[in-house]
C-alpha cells in the first residue's frame, strides 16, 4: 500500500491523478477515489493515534471535498474555470443573452401549468418532456463547455456555465415538482 | 511526510496477537453484542444463555437494582424507577423531552441536561445508555476472558450530531473505546457478506422493528459501502400490527379494552401470538377468558393480511422516496435485506419482495444481523484482519447549516454528503466597524432557521474593525467519520479563530427528523415566499440604516425642506411595509425611496468625488443605496 501523504495544496486533478477537464472520465474518477479512499480514511487509522487520525479526516474530507467537485459536471466546470483563474461570481455581471432568457421564462411558464394541472398523469407526462428538454440543453452546454475550456476561451465558457447554472436551477425545481405529483 | 507509514493497523499489531473487540446493537427496545470468533460473528448470551438484553434499566435507593429482562419484568410494579427506550430520549433537551413525552418525570434541576427522576436519583439518557452498555461489556469480557480492546456501536442512519455524541459520551461513561459508529443498516449488510461480492451491487435495508421502520439504500463498489439515502417512519412498527390485530378481536368480541389497563395488556399478548402464529400456519385461534369478555374467534392469514396491509403500503411508499432521493430505479436493487423482528410476518416479506422484484434476504436471525456486522466491523478496526479491503462510507444524514441575517438558513454541507467532509464557507459584516460576529449552526432541511434544529451558537471576537463587507470570515464545517461535527472560523484578513464543538444540550427526536425532510418538500414553495420576504426585510432594514447614517451627517446640507420630507415621507413607506408580510410591497416601497433620494445621492456622490481627491473616504450610502 502506498502511504505517501498527499499534498493538500494540489489542486483536484493532481490529487487524482487525473488529466485536468471538464468532461471527466467517470471510471476513472471512481477508480481513484475508491483507491484514495482505502488509503487514507479515517477507519484505516482507527487504532492510531491522535495525531494521525486527525491528519487521515483532513486528506479524506478533501478526497471527498475533490471527488463531489470532480463527479457533479457543473461543479467540475466552474472548477476547471477557476483552475484558469476565473471566477464565476454571478452577482458581479448579470448580464444575459436575451434569447436564453426567453426559453427561461417559457419554461418556467410550462412549469407553473404543470403545477396547477388537475390531471397528475398529464402533469406528470408534461414534466418527463419538460426535463428531457432542459436534460438536452444541458449536455449542449456541457460539451460546449468543455471546448470553450479547453481553448482557454474563459469569457465564453464562464457565459455557457451561467447559462447552465440557470438550467440546473430550474431542473431542480421541476424535480420538487415531481416529488410534489408523487405524493 | 512520513508520519502517516508507522500508523498502519495491522502492522502497528504484533502478530498472533488478537485484539478482543465487540460489535454492539445499542437498540430501543433491546440491545445485543457480538464477536468474530475463529472468523465467524458470533451473539455473546447471557449466563442463562440469553443472547437479547432487554434495554431497561431499573433503579433503587442504591443505585441500578437491574438490568435487561429483570429489569424489565418489574416495568409494571415500579413504573417511575423502571427506564425503557432511552435511546428515544437520547441527545434530546428538556424541552424537547416534555414536548414529545408529556408523561415522563423529569428531575427539575438547573441543569441544561434533562434527567429522568429515579429513586437513585436524576437520571440522563446517556447514563441510562450507559448502564446498558455496562452490561454487554461485562457479558462480552467474561465470555472472551479478558478486556475489550475497543467496539463499534451501530446508530440508526438518520441519527443527528447530538445523538451520535451522546452515544459516544455513553460507551465512553462505560469505559468502552468506541472505534467506530456504524449505520445499522449498513451493519446488517456486512452480516450477510455481501462486501464479499466481486460485483458491485445496489442493496436495500428493510429495517421494520417493534417502533421504527427505516429503508436504506446502500451501494457497494469494491468493498466500499455507501450509504446512498435513508427514509422511513419513526412511528411505524411492530406495536403497530399487534395494535391492528386488537382493534379486530375488539370489534369481532364486542370487548371494549379502552378503560381495562388489565384487559388491554390480556388483549395485546393474544394478538402477538396470534402474529407470531400466523409467521408459519394458516390461521391462528384467539381465545378470550373471563366473565363478561369470554370469546373465541379465528383470524385467518389472509384476514391477517388485510389487516396489516395499509401499514405495510405505508413502508413501501417509504422505499419509493428513499429511491428517488438515491437517484436509483427499483429494478437496480441487486438485494434486500431483512432487518428487524416485524420481518419475520409473512406478509411484510411478500410485498417487500414483489416491490422489489426479487427473493429478500431473510437467513439471518432479524434481530441479531445489525450486531453481528457490527461484530465484523469491530474486529476489521481492532486490526485483526490488516488484508481487509472493507471500507464503510457514511453520509451526513441532514443538511448542516448557520444562521444568516433575516432568520435564513444557509446550508453549507447537503444532507447525503460523504463524511469525512470539510466545508469552507466566506461570511463578512454588514455594519461598519463591526467586531464580532456570532455564528448560528442549525441542522435541517428548511430555509428558515425557525423550521430547523438549533445545535449551537458561537461567537468570533476580535475582528479588526472594518467597512461593512470587507472583513472575510471563513467558517469550515469539519464532520468526521462517525458524524461528528466541528465548527471553526477564521477572519481572513486578521486570522482571528474561533472554535467550538458542538455540545450535547440538544437534539432531534426521530419523528421531527423525518417530518424535518418531509416539511421541506411541502414547504418549499412557502419558504421561496418566506425567503423573498426575510430578504426584501434585510434589505429595506439596511437602506433605512444607511439612509439615517447619511441623513443625519449631511441631509441639512444637501437637501431643501421639501426635498428631505419627500424622503422621510417613502422612508415612512418603506418602514411601514418592512413590518408588513408582503414582500412585493416592501421592493416597490424600496424603488420609490430610491427614486425619492436620487438626487440627493448624486449629490453627495458628487461631493465624495470631490473629497476623495483631496484624500477623504467616501461613505458608501449611494453604493448600498442602488443596490437594492
Same mark, same amino acid.
Given at each position: 500500500?502506498?502511504?505517501?501523504?498527499?499534498?493538500?495544496?494540489?489542486?483536484?486533478?493532481?490529487?487524482?491523478?487525473?488529466?485536468?477537464?471538464?468532461?471527466?472520465?467517470?471510471?476513472?474518477?471512481?477508480? @481513484?477515489?475508491?483507491?484514495?479512499?482505502?488509503?487514507? &480514511?479515517?477507519?484505516?487509522?482507527?487504532?492510531?493515534?491522535?495525531?494521525?487520525?486527525?491528519?487521515?479526516?483532513?486528506?479524506?474530507?478533501?478526497?471527498?471535498?475533490? &471527488?463531489?467537485?470532480?463527479?457533479?459536471?457543473?461543479?467540475?466546470?466552474?472548477?476547471?474555470?477557476?483552475?484558469?483563474?476565473?471566477?464565476?461570481?454571478? !452577482? %458581479?455581471?448579470?448580464?444575459?443573452?436575451?434569447?436564453?432568457?426567453? !426559453?427561461?421564462?417559457?419554461? @418556467?411558464?410550462?412549469?407553473?401549468?404543470?403545477?396547477? %394541472?388537475?390531471?397528475?398523469?398529464?402533469?406528470?407526462?408534461?414534466?418527463?418532456?419538460?426535463?428531457?428538454?432542459?436534460?438536452?440543453?444541458?449536455?449542449?452546454?456541457?460539451?460546449?463547455?468543455?471546448?470553450?475550456?479547453?481553448?482557454?476561451?474563459?469569457?465564453?465558457?464562464?457565459?455557457?456555465?451561467?447559462?447552465?447554472?440557470?438550467?440546473?436551477?430550474?431542473?431542480?425545481?421541476?424535480?420538487?415538482?415531481?416529488? @410534489?405529483?408523487?405524493? | 511526510?512520513?508520519?502517516?507509514? +508507522?500508523?498502519?493497523?495491522?502492522? $502497528?499489531?504484533?502478530?498472533?496477537?488478537?485484539?478482543?473487540?465487540?460489535?454492539?446493537?445499542?437498540?430501543?427496545?433491546?440491545?445485543?453484542?457480538?464477536?468474530?470468533?475463529?472468523?465467524?460473528?458470533?451473539?455473546?448470551?447471557?449466563?442463562?444463555?440469553?443472547?437479547?438484553?432487554?434495554?431497561?434499566?431499573?433503579?433503587?435507593?442504591?443505585?441500578?437494582?437491574? #438490568?435487561?429482562?429483570?429489569?424489565?419484568?418489574?416495568?409494571?410494579?415500579?413504573?417511575?424507577?423502571?427506564?425503557?427506550?432511552?435511546?428515544?430520549?437520547?441527545?434530546?433537551?428538556?424541552?424537547?423531552? =416534555?414536548?414529545?413525552?408529556?408523561?415522563?418525570?423529569?428531575?427539575?434541576?438547573?441543569?441544561?441536561?434533562?434527567?429522568?427522576?429515579?429513586?437513585?436519583? /436524576?437520571?440522563?439518557?446517556?447514563?441510562?445508555?450507559?448502564?446498558?452498555?455496562?452490561?454487554?461489556?461485562?457479558?462480552?469480557?467474561?465470555?472472551?476472558?479478558?478486556?475489550?480492546?475497543?467496539?463499534?456501536?451501530?446508530?440508526?442512519?438518520?441519527?443527528?450530531?447530538?445523538?451520535?455524541?451522546?452515544?459516544?459520551?455513553?460507551?465512553?461513561?462505560?469505559?468502552?473505546?468506541?472505534?467506530?459508529?456504524?449505520?445499522?443498516?449498513?451493519?446488517?449488510?456486512? =452480516?450477510?457478506?455481501?462486501?464479499?461480492?466481486?460485483?458491485?451491487?445496489?442493496?436495500?435495508?428493510?429495517?421494520?422493528?417493534? /417502533?421504527?421502520?427505516?429503508?436504506? #439504500?446502500?451501494?457497494?463498489?469494491?468493498?466500499?459501502?455507501?450509504?446512498?439515502?435513508?427514509?422511513?417512519?419513526?412511528?411505524?412498527?411492530?406495536?403497530?400490527?399487534?395494535?391492528?390485530? *386488537?382493534?379486530?378481536? $375488539?370489534?369481532?368480541?364486542?370487548?371494549?379494552?379502552?378503560?381495562?389497563?388489565?384487559?388491554?395488556?390480556?388483549?395485546?399478548?393474544?394478538?402477538?401470538?396470534?402474529?407470531?402464529?400466523?409467521?408459519?400456519?394458516?390461521?391462528?385461534?384467539?381465545?378470550?377468558?373471563?366473565?363478561?369478555?369470554?370469546?373465541?374467534?379465528?383470524?385467518?392469514?389472509?384476514?391477517?393480511?388485510?389487516?396489516?396491509?395499509?401499514?405495510?403500503?405505508?413502508?413501501?411508499?417509504?422505499?419509493?422516496?428513499?429511491?428517488?432521493?438515491?437517484? +436509483?430505479?427499483?429494478?437496480? +436493487?441487486?438485494?434486500?435485506? *431483512?432487518?428487524?423482528?416485524?420481518?419475520?410476518?409473512?406478509?411484510?416479506?411478500?410485498?417487500?419482495?414483489?416491490?422489489?422484484?426479487?427473493?429478500?434476504?431473510?437467513?439471518?436471525?432479524?434481530?441479531?444481523?445489525?450486531?453481528? /456486522?457490527? =461484530?465484523?466491523?469491530?474486529?476489521?478496526?481492532?486490526?485483526?484482519?490488516?488484508?481487509?479491503?472493507?471500507?464503510?462510507?457514511?453520509?451526513?444524514?441532514?443538511?448542516?447549516?448557520?444562521?444568516?441575517?433575516?432568520?435564513?438558513?444557509?446550508?453549507? #454541507?447537503?444532507?447525503?454528503?460523504?463524511?469525512?467532509?470539510?466545508?469552507?464557507?466566506?461570511?463578512?459584516?454588514?455594519?461598519?466597524?463591526?467586531?464580532?460576529?456570532?455564528?448560528?449552526?442549525?441542522?435541517?432541511?428548511?430555509?428558515?432557521?425557525?423550521?430547523?434544529?438549533?445545535?449551537?451558537?458561537?461567537?468570533?471576537?476580535?475582528?479588526?474593525?472594518?467597512?461593512?463587507?470587507?472583513?472575510? #470570515?471563513?467558517?469550515?464545517?469539519?464532520?468526521?467519520?462517525?458524524?461528528?461535527?466541528?465548527?471553526?472560523?477564521?477572519?481572513?484578513?486578521?486570522?482571528?479563530?474561533?472554535?467550538?464543538?458542538?455540545?450535547? $444540550?440538544?437534539?432531534?427526536?426521530?419523528?421531527?427528523?423525518?417530518?424535518?425532510?418531509?416539511?421541506?418538500?411541502?414547504?418549499?414553495?412557502?419558504?421561496?415566499?418566506?425567503? *423573498?420576504?426575510?430578504?426584501?426585510?434585510?434589505?429595506?432594514?439596511?437602506?433605512?440604516?444607511?439612509?439615517?447614517?447619511?441623513?443625519?451627517?449631511?441631509?441639512?446640507?444637501?437637501?431643501?425642506?421639501?426635498?428631505?420630507?419627500?424622503?422621510?415621507?417613502?422612508?415612512?413607506?418603506?418602514?411601514?411595509?418592512?413590518?408588513?408580510?408582503?414582500?412585493?410591497?416592501?421592493?416597490?416601497?424600496?424603488?420609490?425611496?430610491?427614486?425619492?433620494?436620487?438626487?440627493?445621492?448624486?449629490?453627495?456622490?458628487?461631493?465624495?468625488?470631490?473629497?476623495? *481627491?483631496?484624500?477623504?473616504?467616501?461613505?458608501?450610502?449611494?453604493?448600498?443605496?442602488?443596490?437594492?
Amino acid at each position: 500500500m502506498n502511504t505517501a501523504t498527499p499534498d493538500l495544496r494540489q489542486n483536484y486533478f493532481e490529487l487524482f491523478d487525473i488529466p485536468v477537464s471538464s468532461a471527466v472520465d467517470k471510471k476513472q474518477l471512481r477508480s @481513484r477515489y475508491m483507491t484514495l479512499q482505502r488509503q487514507f &480514511h479515517p477507519d484505516k487509522y482507527a487504532s492510531a493515534d491522535d495525531q494521525h487520525r486527525r491528519m487521515a479526516v483532513q486528506i479524506a474530507a478533501m478526497v471527498n471535498q475533490a &471527488h463531489d467537485t470532480l463527479s457533479d459536471p457543473l461543479k467540475c466546470a466552474e472548477y476547471c474555470l477557476e483552475l484558469q483563474g476565473v471566477k464565476i461570481d454571478a !452577482e %458581479t455581471d448579470s448580464a444575459m443573452d436575451p434569447a436564453f432568457l426567453m !426559453e427561461q421564462m417559457e419554461w @418556467r411558464e410550462k412549469l407553473e401549468d404543470i403545477t396547477d %394541472t388537475q390531471d397528475n398523469s398529464k402533469a406528470a407526462d408534461s414534466l418527463g418532456g419538460l426535463r428531457e428538454e432542459i436534460s438536452q440543453r444541458v449536455k449542449e452546454i456541457g460539451a460546449n463547455t468543455a471546448t470553450k475550456l479547453d481553448e482557454k476561451d474563459t469569457a465564453a465558457a464562464r457565459e455557457l456555465i451561467r447559462k447552465w447554472q440557470f438550467l440546473v436551477k430550474i431542473d431542480r425545481e421541476a424535480q420538487i415538482v415531481g416529488s @410534489r405529483l408523487d405524493a | 511526510m512520513a508520519l502517516l507509514q +508507522i500508523s498502519e493497523p495491522g502492522q $502497528s499489531t504484533a502478530p498472533h496477537q488478537h485484539r478482543l473487540a465487540a460489535g454492539i446493537d445499542l437498540g430501543t427496545t433491546n440491545s445485543l453484542v457480538a464477536t468474530v470468533r475463529s472468523g465467524l460473528p458470533t451473539v455473546l448470551a447471557d449466563e442463562h444463555g440469553r443472547p437479547i438484553l432487554p434495554s431497561v434499566v431499573r433503579y433503587d435507593g442504591n443505585g441500578v437494582a437491574a #438490568i435487561g429482562a429483570e429489569a424489565r419484568d418489574n416495568a409494571f410494579s415500579d413504573p417511575h424507577n423502571t427506564i425503557s427506550s432511552v435511546k428515544r430520549l437520547i441527545g434530546l433537551s428538556a424541552e424537547d423531552i =416534555a414536548a414529545s413525552y408529556p408523561l415522563l418525570k423529569l428531575d427539575a434541576s438547573e441543569d441544561t441536561v434533562p434527567r429522568l427522576a429515579t429513586a437513585a436519583g /436524576g437520571k440522563t439518557a446517556i447514563e441510562v445508555s450507559a448502564e446498558v452498555l455496562s452490561a454487554l461489556k461485562s457479558r462480552a469480557e467474561k465470555s472472551l476472558g479478558g478486556e475489550l480492546t475497543g467496539v463499534v456501536i451501530t446508530v440508526p442512519a438518520y441519527f443527528d450530531d447530538t445523538q451520535r455524541q451522546a452515544t459516544k459520551d455513553a460507551a465512553q461513561l462505560a469505559g468502552l473505546k468506541v472505534l467506530r459508529l456504524i449505520n445499522e443498516p449498513t451493519s446488517a449488510a456486512i =452480516a450477510y457478506g455481501i462486501d464479499q461480492q466481486d460485483s458491485d451491487t445496489t442493496i436495500a435495508v428493510y429495517d421494520l422493528g417493534g /417502533g421504527t421502520f427505516d429503508i436504506s #439504500i446502500l451501494r457497494l463498489e469494491r468493498g466500499v459501502f455507501e450509504v446512498l439515502a435513508t427514509a422511513g417512519d419513526t412511528a411505524l412498527g411492530g406495536d403497530d400490527l399487534d395494535a391492528a390485530i *386488537m382493534q379486530w378481536i $375488539s370489534d369481532q368480541s364486542g370487548v371494549s379494552y379502552n378503560n381495562d389497563a388489565g384487559l388491554q395488556r390480556k388483549v395485546l399478548d393474544l394478538a402477538r401470538a396470534a402474529k407470531h402464529q400466523l409467521s408459519d400456519a394458516d390461521v391462528a385461534q384467539i381465545t378470550l377468558t373471563g366473565d363478561s369478555q369470554a370469546w373465541s374467534g379465528e383470524l385467518t392469514r389472509n384476514q391477517f393480511d388485510e389487516l396489516v396491509k395499509p401499514l405495510i403500503s405505508k413502508t413501501i411508499a417509504s422505499c419509493k422516496s428513499a429511491l428517488n432521493d438515491a437517484g +436509483i430505479a427499483v429494478s437496480e +436493487i441487486d438485494e434486500v435485506v *431483512m432487518v428487524g423482528g416485524s420481518t419475520r410476518v409473512l406478509a411484510v416479506r411478500q410485498t417487500v419482495s414483489t416491490y422489489f422484484g426479487r427473493d429478500v434476504l431473510t437467513s439471518i436471525d432479524p434481530d441479531e444481523v445489525v450486531a453481528l /456486522g457490527a =461484530a465484523i466491523q469491530a474486529d476489521i478496526l481492532a486490526g485483526n484482519k490488516p488484508d481487509s479491503d472493507l471500507l464503510l462510507l457514511d453520509v451526513v444524514p441532514l443538511s448542516l447549516g448557520i444562521e444568516t441575517m433575516g432568520g435564513l438558513t444557509e446550508h453549507i #454541507i447537503t444532507r447525503n454528503t460523504t463524511i469525512p467532509v470539510a466545508r469552507a464557507q466566506e461570511f463578512t459584516t454588514y455594519k461598519d466597524g463591526q467586531t464580532a460576529m456570532a455564528l448560528h449552526v442549525v441542522q435541517g432541511e428548511r430555509d428558515l432557521v425557525q423550521d430547523c434544529r438549533s445545535l449551537g451558537r458561537f461567537e468570533l471576537r476580535g475582528i479588526p474593525p472594518m467597512v461593512a463587507g470587507q472583513a472575510r #470570515i471563513q467558517v469550515i464545517f469539519q464532520v468526521d467519520a462517525d458524524g461528528l461535527l466541528t465548527v471553526s472560523a477564521i477572519e481572513q484578513t486578521s486570522g482571528v479563530a474561533a472554535e467550538v464543538h458542538i455540545k450535547p $444540550s440538544y437534539g432531534l427526536s426521530d419523528s421531527e427528523i423525518e417530518s424535518m425532510i418531509l416539511d421541506s418538500m411541502k414547504h418549499a414553495k412557502e419558504d421561496v415566499h418566506l425567503r *423573498m420576504l426575510q430578504e426584501q426585510r434585510v434589505e429595506a432594514d439596511r437602506t433605512i440604516e444607511a439612509l439615517d447614517a447619511a441623513m443625519q451627517k449631511d441631509g441639512d446640507a444637501f437637501l431643501s425642506a421639501e426635498e428631505r420630507s419627500a424622503i422621510d415621507n417613502a422612508r415612512h413607506k418603506v418602514q411601514q411595509m418592512r413590518d408588513g408580510d408582503d414582500s412585493e410591497a416592501i421592493k416597490h416601497a424600496l424603488r420609490a425611496l430610491e427614486s425619492a433620494s436620487e438626487q440627493y445621492v448624486a449629490r453627495r456622490m458628487n461631493a465624495s468625488v470631490g473629497e476623495v *481627491m483631496r484624500g477623504k473616504t467616501i461613505d458608501n450610502f449611494d453604493e448600498q443605496e442602488t443596490t437594492s
